[in-house]
């Protein structure tokens, strides 16, 4: 499969090691060559038609001069739309930054690789948030495919449990923990530390959003739920419908208040058909949705089984990488 990868962050290039480290099980046991036929950052491109060495990718972005290194191969200042048009591919996966506000650069990348007939994998929250049932029906309209299963819970494959292994079944509800720096936050304040300094851990740590804010007040975690309400229970909700409230306020000493009754406080998201919410909860310390540190934890609420969980890590860039991965899988199997 000939892909176009966009985007060569912490995703990106845990991709691409994902690619060397897997690249003769990929091909036994699905029979899945990837070729990368096109590489993108800020700076520019590299192309090279006949697929260019994952390994030798990596190293370069790892080194100074980044893509430059890679000559003659490296074409300066090329935008990826352009790339996408010009470049013969079978898949784009876009991993460049989030944007909730109108969802670009990736809207564009994606939008124009479906218009191209490109399938798409992605884990960039901001297009699919703000427009999953558009990119959804493009996708089809065209004859690709688009899948996302990245963009909540990391690598932890929260979107195909739902869809896929609860087929049949009616979900009812769906209530989690999908964003980790709160839940670490709030892990670390019930073992003593105030907001900040548990925060400022968060951060140090490399959990927190590049703006803490999306994480804190909420908003991270409501857009996530968005996502999974539309796709599992098939909702019409906007980000702007989920009634948000963060947990910024909590202080040590309501956190050890609950604890001393047996509770905890977690930042829970819920959807149950009529009401969408993100809100800090007071839940029994023996719930299963009572994961520590920065673990995400989601439980549907199905017609058949009653309540299944599934607890994992909620981020990461080899964790979510692995989302990008088993979606080429996904499909290639599906279009072989
Ligand atoms: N990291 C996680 O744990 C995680 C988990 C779930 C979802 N996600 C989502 O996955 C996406 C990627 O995350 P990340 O952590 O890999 O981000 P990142 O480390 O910030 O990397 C973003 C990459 O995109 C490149 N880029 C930015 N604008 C571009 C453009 N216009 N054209 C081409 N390349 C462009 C950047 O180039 P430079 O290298 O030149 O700056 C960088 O290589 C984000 O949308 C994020 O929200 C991440």
Same mark, same amino acid.
């Given at each position: 499969?000939?892909?176009?990868?966009?985007?060569?962050?912490?995703?990106?290039?845990?991709?691409?090691?994902?690619?060397?480290?897997?690249?003769?099980?990929?091909?036994?046991?699905?029979?899945?060559?990837?070729?990368?036929?096109?590489?993108?950052?800020?700076?520019?491109?590299?192309?090279?038609? *006949?697929?260019?060495?994952?390994?030798?990718?990596?190293? *370069?972005?790892?080194?100074?001069?980044?893509?430059?290194?890679?000559?003659?191969?490296?074409?300066?200042?090329?935008?990826?739309?352009?790339?996408?048009?010009?470049?013969?591919?079978?898949?784009?996966?876009?991993?460049?930054?989030?944007?909730?506000?109108?969802?670009?650069?990736?809207?564009?990348?994606?939008?124009?690789?479906?218009?191209?007939?490109?399938?798409?994998?992605?884990?960039?929250?901001?297009?699919?948030?703000?427009?999953?049932?558009?990119?959804?029906?493009?996708?089809?309209?065209?004859?690709?495919?688009?899948?996302?299963?990245?963009?909540?819970?990391?690598?932890?494959?929260?979107?195909?449990?739902?869809?896929?292994?609860?087929?049949?079944?009616?979900?009812?509800?769906?209530?989690?923990?999908?964003?980790?720096?709160? #839940?670490?936050?709030?892990?670390?304040?019930?073992?003593?530390?105030?907001?900040?300094?548990?925060?400022?851990?968060?951060?140090?740590?490399?959990?927190?959003?590049?703006?803490?804010?999306?994480?804190?007040?909420?908003?991270?975690?409501?857009?996530?739920?968005?996502?999974?309400?539309?796709?599992?229970?098939?909702?019409?909700?906007?980000?702007?419908?989920?009634?948000?409230?963060?947990?910024?306020?909590?202080?040590?000493?309501?956190?050890?208040?609950?604890?001393?009754?047996?509770?905890?406080?977690?930042?829970?998201?819920?959807?149950?058909?009529?009401?969408?919410?993100?809100?800090?909860?007071?839940?029994?310390?023996?719930?299963?949705? #009572?994961?520590?540190?920065?673990?995400?934890?989601?439980?549907?609420?199905?017609?058949?089984?009653?309540?299944?969980?599934?607890?994992?890590?909620g981020a990461g860039g080899r964790e979510t990488s692995s989302a990008l991965l088993r979606d080429l899988i996904?499909?290639?199997?599906?279009?072989?």
């Amino acid at each position: 499969m000939r892909v176009i990868l966009v985007g060569l962050g912490s995703l990106g290039q845990g991709f691409l090691d994902h690619l060397v480290t897997r690249s003769d099980e990929l091909r036994d046991r699905y029979g899945l060559r990837v070729k990368i036929v096109a590489a993108l950052d800020t700076s520019g491109a590299v192309v090279q038609p *006949a697929g260019v060495d994952p390994a030798v990718l990596v190293r *370069a972005k790892r080194t100074p001069g980044g893509l430059s290194n890679l000559q003659p191969s490296f074409r300066p200042g090329r935008r990826a739309l352009e790339i996408i048009h010009t470049v013969e591919a079978d898949a784009v996966v876009e991993v460049t930054p989030t944007n909730i506000l109108d969802g670009e650069p990736a809207m564009s990348h994606i939008r124009g690789s479906l218009k191209a007939k490109r399938h798409v994998v992605t884990a960039n929250k901001g297009p699919i948030v703000l427009a999953m049932s558009y990119l959804a029906a493009l996708a089809e309209e065209q004859g690709v495919l688009l899948r996302f299963s990245g963009t909540v819970g990391g690598g932890t494959p929260m979107l195909d449990l739902a869809r896929l292994s609860l087929r049949g079944d009616r979900v009812l509800e769906i209530a989690g923990i999908l964003n980790g720096t709160t #839940n670490y936050v709030l892990t670390r304040m019930g073992e003593g530390l105030e907001f900040d300094a548990a925060l400022q851990e968060a951060q140090k740590l490399g959990y927190a959003e590049a703006n803490p804010k999306y994480d804190v007040e909420g908003t991270d975690a409501a857009i996530k739920l968005t996502i999974l309400s539309n796709w599992v229970m098939g909702a019409k909700l906007h980000v702007t419908d989920i009634a948000t409230r963060g947990i910024e306020s909590i202080i040590h000493a309501e956190v050890e208040r609950a604890r001393a009754q047996g509770q905890v406080i977690k930042l829970l998201a819920r959807y149950d058909g009529k009401r969408a919410r993100v809100e800090p909860e007071l839940i029994p310390a023996s719930d299963s949705l #009572n994961v520590p540190g920065p673990l995400n934890a989601v439980t549907y609420t199905t017609e058949d089984l009653g309540a299944v969980t599934l607890i994992g890590k909620g981020a990461g860039g080899r964790e979510t990488s692995s989302a990008l991965l088993r979606d080429l899988i996904d499909i290639h199997l599906q279009t072989k």
